[in-house]
């Protein structure tokens, strides 16, 4: 759960990028940071490999200011897409408040989204969390791309999300539907603590 | 001086800080959430070095597992300037990593030795309670805005 201090009046939340392999989650990442003031984010972090491929996480930290009286900060995360990088998604994803699935919309990519996407339900299982009470949002990337290469929202809904989660088209790269998924994702998680919640004192 | 999200960590950290004559601490959950904190000055930069620390450790961890079946403890790393000092230390029902950057105004041994005191005080610290969520039912208005002054949509 996000870490509120009374206190001082501070609330600290993990939002988590997963995702297949380049299906662009360090992008949505690198557009935040670019359009983010840096008086209101620290650098982003990537820790990567030669060939720009996701080690082991992005790490970008954001500062939304105040809400509700709260000075709230969001921690957001990327996780390696690539399968063999199993063990460093799990450690990545400990303790989200919130996951974004960036799905690549390419149809020659649907067998990798939903190996993807079943890897994230298999993680979250395997810490014990329902995947019912994770907030969750969908985005479907590289909606940009010709017509022809891609599957469209409704035939990716079919594909993927079958709990009904909020869903955006996306370009990444260019920025559509970066903002607005982020803003999705930030309400389901911070719409938990407007109910009761865990509370560190 | 210390500054602490978690209030029962902020007497246990300023005494670490204090004895060992640590520069910098930070004490933060497994997951990279900063729980306190001494000698940053700027919350977001606490927040990467918090999610480097998390990384290390459970890197550590999940390789000790794998070529031995257990994780492994306390980490330092020297260079010639500063060292840095990595270490859990059981809290409650969880856990607490605490990274510690020092120079030569101390030694490892005498970092060591003030962690485990710290590790004492914070054995037994008061279990996450369940209150009224923090947030009014208006938060939206607040987020909403905010976001689209961060991304220059206001």
Not at chain 2, 50 to 59: F, G, P
Not at chain 2, 147 to 152: D, E, I, K
């Amino acid at each position: 759960m996000p870490v509120v201090n009374y206190a001082s009046r501070e609330i600290t939340c993990k939002i988590v990028y997963y995702g297949p392999g380049r299906s662009g989650k360090t992008s949505n990442l690198q557009y935040i940071h670019r359009r983010v003031p840096a008086a209101r984010r620290g650098e982003m972090m990537s820790l990567a490999t030669h060939g720009d491929r996701t080690l082991f996480f992005d790490f970008l930290p954001i500062d939304l200011g105040a809400i509700s009286g709260f000075t709230t900060r969001f921690q957001l995360y990327t996780v390696p897409g690539q399968v063999y990088y199993r063990s460093t998604r799990r450690l990545v994803l400990q303790g989200a408040d919130g996951v974004v699935f960036v799905a690549d919309s390419q149809r020659r990519q649907a067998e990798e989204n939903v190996e993807s996407y079943r890897d994230l339900h298999e993680a979250l299982a395997e810490q014990g969390v329902d995947v019912r009470d994770v907030p969750l949002v969908l985005q479907y990337n590289k909606q940009d791309l010709p017509p022809d290469l891609v599957a469209s929202p409704d035939e990716l809904d079919a594909l993927l999300n079958f709990r009904a989660v909020p869903t955006f088209a996306a370009d990444a790269l260019g920025g559509r539907g970066v903002f607005e998924t982020l803003r999705r994702v930030s309400e389901l998680v911070l719409r938990r603590l407007a109910t009761p919640a865990t509370v560190i004192r | 001086m210390t500054r602490a999200v978690a209030p029962w960590l902020d007497a246990p950290l300023t005494d670490f800080v204090r004895q060992a004559r640590v520069g910098m601490a930070v004490a933060l959950e497994p997951s990279g959430r900063v729980l306190a904190q001494h000698g940053f000055t700027r919350a977001l930069d606490v927040m990467a070095v918090c999610s480097l620390v998390a990384a290390i450790h459970a890197s550590a961890s999940e390789l000790g597992r794998q070529v031995g079946g257990r994780p492994f403890g306390p980490l330092h790393h020297g260079a010639s300037g500063q060292q840095v000092f990595l270490a859990p230390a059981a809290a409650g029902s969880g856990t607490v990593l605490v990274l510690a950057v020092f120079d030569d105004r101390t030694s490892l041994g005498v970092v060591r030795h003030f962690f485990a005191a710290f590790a004492r005080a914070v054995a037994t610290v008061p279990d996450e309670d369940r209150a009224t969520g923090p947030l009014t039912g208006d938060f939206e208005r607040d987020l909403g805005r905010n976001l689209a002054v961060l991304f220059g949509r206001a």
